[in-house]
Every structure is written in structure tokens, then in C-alpha cells.
């Protein structure tokens, strides 16, 4: 009986699926997964504010490594103990322990559908892993200077319920006191966000972040959006430019 040459063919790619080892489940995870997007720039830029509408958008989850740092320093885990000098100093964590976390990260079963990732990659070291284990294919990097930065962050506070970003000024609650999304009142302030320790996360950004902006646009994947503007028309010019 003759077998149909498309079967012997599966077969054989099955057989050397299974001989090729380690190699295959890494494969397995950048075949399998959709693409997925970065949110780059400066603290303060407004990527977790953005965050929500984009995931809404999308429906691609939203992977923060800061606030998974955060919550690992309040967890008291290992990894907190190692981020949490460096997250103080405003200084970045070391890449291996970051690649680690996104490697693990990746391979939840939400990840199907790709990330949106928010505050990673933030060196090119990290930037060159990410495009071994997941597809990118838009980088969205929110433009703001400096001098707006400071005022940005050091007004901030957020919603210990939900995580909702709240701004003193530029976003306040509609009714004080009480979180818009949750009703909750339990606000909180990072400890990362004194004007000495924004300036240094800055110097950070310029030193060893920002050169990854040409590093992804020699790639034909970053976009760069203005964010001198209001939350909602920042979010109208990143809707634009979003996959359908
Ligand atoms: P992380 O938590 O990622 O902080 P960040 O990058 O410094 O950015 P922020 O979260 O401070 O700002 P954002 O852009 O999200 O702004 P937001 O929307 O909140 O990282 C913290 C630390 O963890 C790092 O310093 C590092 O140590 C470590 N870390 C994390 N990831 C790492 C990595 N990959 N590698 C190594 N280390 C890593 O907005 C800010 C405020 O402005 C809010 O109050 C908001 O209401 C307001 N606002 C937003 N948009 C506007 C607007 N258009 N107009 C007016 N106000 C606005
Ligand atoms: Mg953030």
C-alpha cells in the first residue's frame, strides 16, 4: 500500500523535531507565538498609562518588568533581593536576570497571542534575546524631554487595588480619594520616584537605553509618537499606528 508522500513527510519532520532536543523547544515557543509589541522610552513617558488602552486594543497581554521587579521586592524573593538596590539607585538590573524573567515569562500560555512589552528591552544586550524567544513587530517609542519628566513622575501616584496611574495634576481622580476604575482608596507612591532618583533612572535611559531607538529602527520596526500632549490625544496617535 503506498503512503501518501505528505505523511512521510510529517513524519520526518516529526522524527527530527524530537531528535533536535533543546533546540526545539525554543523554536517551538518564536513559531508558535504571534508577534508582539514594545513600549519604549524614558520613566515617565507615559508606557503604563498606555498600557491598558493598547492591551484593550490588541488584546495582548501586558508584561511590565518593573512592576514585576516591584513585586518581587515585595514579595521578599531572591530576585527582589538582587533588583531591589539596583531599582533604588535608579540604576538597571543586570540583563541575565532580566532575560530570565522574560524567558520564563514567555512561556505562559497567554503569551499565544504575543505580549506587550513595557519597559523591556531596555539595553541591546536584552534587545537581542527578546528576538531569539518571541517575534517583535512594533516598537513604539514615546517621546518626551526631559524637563517634563521630572514634574511627570514626581506626581504620580497609583492604585494599590488595580494598579490604575493616577497624577496629581495631570491626572487626578474624578472624585479624590477614590480610584475612578475600583472604587478603592489605598494609593500608593513608588519609592524610585524622588526627584533625585528620576534624574538618575534618567542618565540610565540616555547611557545604555536609548541608543536600542536606531538599534530598532535599522530593524524597520520602531515608530516614534510624540507624547508632549494630553493622555487621550497621546492614545489617539498610538491607536493610529496599532495592527489592525
Ligand atoms: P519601570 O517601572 O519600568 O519604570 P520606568 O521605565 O522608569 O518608567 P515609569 O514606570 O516610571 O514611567 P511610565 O513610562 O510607565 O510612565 P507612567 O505611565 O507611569 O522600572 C523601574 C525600575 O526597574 C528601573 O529603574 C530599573 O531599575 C528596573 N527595571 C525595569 N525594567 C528593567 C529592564 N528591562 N532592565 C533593567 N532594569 C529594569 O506615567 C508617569 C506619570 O505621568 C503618571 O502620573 C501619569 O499619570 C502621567 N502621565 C502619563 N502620560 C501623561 C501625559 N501625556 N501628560 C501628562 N501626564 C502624563
Ligand atoms: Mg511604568
Redesign the pocket.
Known amino acids: 500500500m503506498a503512503v501518501p508522500l505528505h505523511l512521510l513527510a510529517s513524519l520526518l519532520v516529526f522524527l527530527l523535531m524530537v531528535d533536535a532536543g533543546r533546540l526545539i523547544p525554543c523554536l517551538h515557543i518564536v513559531c508558535l507565538m504571534e508577534s508582539s509589541i514594545v513600549?519604549f522610552?524614558?520613566?515617565?513617558?507615559?508606557?503604563?498609562?498606555?498600557?491598558g488602552r493598547i492591551v484593550e486594543a490588541t488584546g495582548k497581554p501586558q508584561v511590565?518588568?518593573?512592576?514585576m521587579?516591584?513585586a518581587a521586592v515585595a514579595a521578599g524573593t531572591e530576585l527582589g533581593r538582587i533588583?531591589k538596590g539596583?531599582?533604588e539607585s535608579?540604576?538597571?538590573?543586570?540583563?541575565d536576570?532580566?532575560i530570565g524573567l522574560i524567558k520564563e515569562r514567555v512561556k505562559a500560555r497567554d503569551a499565544e497571542n504575543g505580549l506587550l512589552f513595557?519597559?523591556?528591552?531596555?539595553?541591546v544586550a536584552?534587545a537581542e534575546a527578546l528576538a531569539e524567544i518571541a517575534p517583535v513587530s512594533l516598537v513604539i517609542a514615546?517621546e518626551?524631554e526631559d524637563e517634563?519628566i521630572v514634574g511627570?513622575?514626581t506626581?504620580?501616584?497609583?492604585c494599590g487595588g488595580c494598579g490604575s496611574?493616577?497624577?496629581?495634576?495631570?491626572?487626578p481622580c474624578e472624585v479624590e480619594g477614590q480610584c475612578d476604575e475600583c472604587g478603592g482608596s489605598d494609593f500608593k507612591r513608588?519609592a524610585?520616584?524622588s526627584e533625585d532618583t528620576v534624574r538618575a533612572?534618567l542618565s540610565?535611559?540616555h547611557e545604555q537605553t536609548s541608543p536600542l531607538a536606531l538599534w530598532y529602527e535599522q530593524r524597520g520596526l520602531l515608530h516614534r509618537i510624540d507624547?508632549?500632549?494630553?493622555?487621550d490625544?497621546?492614545g489617539v496617535r498610538i491607536s493610529k499606528i496599532l495592527p489592525e
Open positions: 513600549l522610552g524614558p520613566p515617565g513617558a507615559g508606557k503604563g498609562t498606555q498600557a511590565s518588568t518593573g512592576d521587579l516591584r533588583a539596583h531599582m535608579g540604576g538597571l538590573v543586570p540583563d536576570v532580566i513595557d519597559g523591556f528591552p531596555r539595553t536584552q514615546i518626551v517634563s511627570r513622575i506626581g504620580r501616584f497609583t496611574v493616577y497624577h496629581d495634576q495631570f491626572r513608588r524610585d520616584d533612572r540610565a535611559y507624547g508632549n500632549a494630553s493622555i490625544e497621546v
